[in-house]
């Protein structure tokens, strides 16, 4: 047939270009020590910063949730699927915010991916097309995805370039300005300079939009993320935050002004056009605020910082470049594809799950292992990637 014979042509052209993805599939839970298509392999490439995707108590909540709320919303939020477990959450996790978002209040969404679409949505509704919209060049898919929806026009900035940022926002007569950024880009790890483009959109009269996915739980000293890590506060902000990550459940949350919330409740079509996610994990992840703002949560990302300086402190590259990130994302940029998939598949061999990302994840000529960092590993666990990787690299 026609159809697939198209389809199958250009799978092929992936294959060629070593770009055809596949998925390996886990038989057991998220955790450090993980079987995958029946073989026990120690991974280092989840999300699960502080380890708790697997955590005895959060599953005991998701137990308690289910029994009292059922497994299913539903409905939307706007007709009938908004639970009580969902209201409760929302308003720990605008206490969790307050110190950094004035008359915060939060919503929680099902996805990261449907929180961003919906925010830049909503934004981008107060003035329509004559809202512009600064995204950061290395961007999150899901912002790129979220700005194209919401029919603005966009301008795209050079990675960590606050100078460019700040001629886009001069030159702009826009009724409506979002500047957008990820926090920790998620294949480079490391920060946007979060504290100058803040201080470029109070100037400018700009919301800034900041996706803390990757820091969100894990960075600062509660664990309330970049915020907190860089102690932000303002007016100009709404934050995104996810909780399938560091929080080790699933879905998201944006916090800001209660207007701003009222606003995205009215407007932003993925969030009202979608069924509510089940009630049971929003009450389990009540347990996960608790551990996260708790005593377990801070004594976590300090094991996780310790992990993060035995990589910088213990890797010996010659070719291969480890690139400069102090968060759990630890990427060794290889440059070509078919030798970052060498790599990943002579690791995978030993029993060491690391991904290999190729573009167009990443720019061409760029491709990586992304080594990611959780809590749950110990120091041997990092030690055999180290070793791993030194052997690997000497003898590729
Ligand atoms: C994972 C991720 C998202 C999407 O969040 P999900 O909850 O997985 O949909 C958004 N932004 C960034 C930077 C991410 O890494």
Request: aromatic share 6%; with cysteine; proline share 4%.
């Amino acid at each position: 047939m026609i159809l697939l014979d198209q389809l199958e042509a250009q799978l092929e052209v992936l294959n060629a270009k070593s770009l055809r993805r596949r998925r390996r599939t886990a038989d057991t839970a998220c955790a450090p020590r993980v079987t995958v298509d029946g073989n026990p392999v120690l991974a280092f490439c989840s999300n699960d910063y502080l380890g708790l995707a697997a955590h005895p108590k959060i599953i005991s909540a998701l137990q308690q949730g289910a029994s009292l709320y059922g497994v299913g919303s539903g409905a939307s939020h706007l007709i009938s699927g908004h639970s009580r477990a969902h209201a409760i959450l929302e308003e720990r996790l605008a206490d969790f915010m307050a110190p950094h978002i004035d008359a915060c209040r939060a919503l929680y969404f099902c996805t990261g991916y449907m929180a961003n679409l919906a925010v830049l949505c909503g934004l981008a509704a107060v003035s329509g097309r004559a809202t512009e919209i600064f995204s950061e060049s290395l961007n999150h898919a899901s912002l790129i995805d979220g700005a194209k929806l919401s029919r603005a026009q966009v301008h795209v900035y050079p990675h960590g370039q606050v100078q460019a940022l700040q001629s886009l926002l001069e030159a702009s007569t826009a009724a409506t300005k979002i500047v957008v950024t990820d926090s920790v880009f998620s294949m480079d790890g490391d920060l946007a300079p979060l504290a100058a483009i803040l201080a470029l959109c109070e100037q400018h009269n700009a919301w800034l939009v900041i996706d803390d996915a990757h820091g969100f739980g894990a960075l600062g000293e509660h664990g309330r993320g970049v915020l907190e890590h860089f102690n932000l506060r303002s007016p100009n902000l709404v934050y995104m935050g996810t909780l399938g990550k560091a929080a080790g459940v699933g879905g998201a949350f944006v916090a800001a002004h209660a207007t701003v919330i009222d606003w995205l409740v009215q407007k932003a079509r993925p969030y009202i056009y979608t069924t509510a996610a089940p009630p049971a994990l929003a009450h389990a992840l009540l347990t996960s605020l608790d551990i996260i703002g708790g005593a377990e949560g801070h004594a976590r990302r300090l094991h996780l910082q310790e992990l993060i300086a035995q990589v910088r402190g213990d890797l010996r590259l010659q070719r291969w470049t480890l690139m400069p990130s102090t968060t759990a994302v630890q990427p060794i940029i290889i440059g070509d594809n078919a030798e970052s998939m060498r790599a990943a598949a002579s690791l995978y061999e030993q029993g060491i799950w690391v991904p290999a990302i190729r573009p167009p994840t990443v720019p061409d000529g760029t491709a990586r292992l992304r080594i990611t960092l959780s809590a749950a590993h110990t120091h041997d666990d990092v030690a055999c990637l180290l070793d791993a990787v030194n052997t690997l690299e000497a003898r590729a």
